[in-house]
């Protein structure tokens, strides 16, 4: 019998940095948004990914920064606060090394990732 497969394309890098990215902030409001995680949230900055921002690679890394030193070691030992952290080491290990040349940055607006309001982008016509 005709057994049906589904075929999907390979991921790529682009298509990895942006799947987690959007893992990293589903994360981060389950963080923010949980009893248990609130209070360990409070002292992480505000971070609003775009892999399309070519400022994302300073702002990971100054997110990782304050993950690795978080002042309070039971928060550091939630699960959640680790998996945000490997996470976070993921995504800027693939887009600093594994996709630096793979990836087009459209902007440099390091205000829009504090933020997450973006500038309109102009492209030449």
Do not use: W
């Not at 949230?41 to 399309?52: Q, T």
């Amino acid at each position: 019998s005709f057994v049906g497969q589904t075929e999907s394309a390979p991921l790529t890098c682009y298509s990895r940095a942006v799947g987690l990215s959007e893992e990293i902030m589903t994360l981060l409001e389950k963080i923010h948004n949980d009893n248990r995680t609130m209070r360990c949230a409070e002292i992480l900055p505000k971070i609003f990914l775009d892999v399309h921002n070519q400022c994302i690679t300073s702002k990971l890394r100054d997110f990782l920064y304050v993950l690795l030193n978080h002042p309070s070691q039971s928060c550091k030992k939630r699960r959640r606060m680790e998996s945000l952290k490997l996470k976070v080491q993921n995504l800027h290990f693939i887009i600093t090394r594994i996709c630096f040349r793979d990836l087009v940055f459209r902007s440099d607006d390091c205000e829009a990732i504090d933020t997450g309001l973006v500038s309109p982008y102009f492209a030449e016509d």
